[in-house]
């Protein structure tokens, strides 16, 4: 074994639906995670498939084989950390929830899309996977959708973090991005007291996926043993950097740059330059 060769990576389970675009989902987790030294497994819930309107359709992979890819995922690679975006329905949440209380308890980052979700999915994510979840991250949208309260403003931002609290998560991150202003600010509720993340706006060629990187960055931390400020820290100013270098994908909005280092090192023209 060679004396140089590096420390084996964490391992970072993530949970989530197929973009054929490759911009967000799953994709962009496992981008996100080689880009912060770990090692991305992959449980699917679903594939997308979008129409000429860009509106989105899934395809869903039953709930019990959802939940027997988390058990495998997790026994496979005792992976201490473990992301969680798209769950098509209730059972699927209530399945994987179970699934993940049968294992080693890894930290869970709680990256619900429920922006358009059906109540009985809202309800199963408030009593089955919040409760579990050391982060739960959310934009403007998804926590006026889990929370059934408008969210328009700063203030109602930080009481919407409160609310999940007491839902269940040990902390809870919304995300500013919608709100006015050159600064994004997200607000982290840690049960405690409130700490804000400003960051640049960028003007992005494309940011799907924007908020699976977001998520995933932070995994990422976690899974190098930060504790979840800071890893949020960190993964903001990753964020950033990853919009700044974002390219388009074809007609659509395009995709944020999770490897942009690995590119500036001449990884763009191929392996070595």
């Known amino acids: 074994m060679r004396a140089d060769r590096p ?5 970072i389970v993530a949970i989530g639906s197929i973009d054929p675009s490759g ?6 987790d496992l981008r996100t995670f080689a880009a912060m030294g770990t090692h991305g497994a992959a449980v699917v819930t679903g594939a997308l498939s979008y129409n000429k309107d860009d509106r989105a359709q899934i395809f869903t992979l039953p709930a019990d084989c959802v939940a027997r890819q988390i058990e495998d995922a997790l026994d496979a690679t005792r992976a201490p950390v473990v992301k969680i975006g798209s769950l098509p329905d209730a059972e699927t949440v209530t399945a994987a929830a179970r699934a993940l209380r049968r ?9 619900p899309d429920v922006a358009h979700a059906d109540q009985p999915l809202k309800d199963a994510m408030k009593s089955q996977l919040i409760p579990i979840a050391e982060l739960v991250t959310v934009s403007m949208t998804e926590a006026a959708a889990l929370l059934g309260i408008p969210i328009r403003n700063s203030l109602a931002l930080r009481a919407a973090g409160k609310l999940l609290a007491r839902a269940g998560a040990a902390n ?4 500013g ?3 006015p202003g050159g600064e994004c600010v997200d ?3 840690d049960g ?14 494309g940011d799907r996926g924007a908020g699976c990187t977001l998520a995933s960055a932070i995994a990422a931390g976690m899974a190098h043993r930060r504790q979840t400020a800071e890893a949020i820290a960190i993964a903001k100013m990753y964020v950033t950097e ?9 007609a659509r909005r395009g995709s944020p740059s999770q490897l942009y280092r690995w590119w500036e090192t001449g990884g763009r023209d191929g392996y070595g330059g």
């Open 103 to 111: 294992t080693h308890e890894p930290r869970i980052v709680l990256d």
């Open 192 to 205: 405690s007291e409130y700490l804000e993340y400003p960051s640049e706006r960028i003007e992005a060629n």
């Open 187 to 189: 607000v982290l509720w």
């Open 7 to 11: 420390e084996t990576p964490e391992t």
């Open 177 to 179: 991005a919608h709100l």
């Open 172 to 175: 809870a991150l919304i995300k």
């Open 242 to 250: 990853t919009l700044r270098n974002s390219y388009p994908v074809g």
């Open 23 to 28: 911009c967000e989902g799953i994709a962009a």
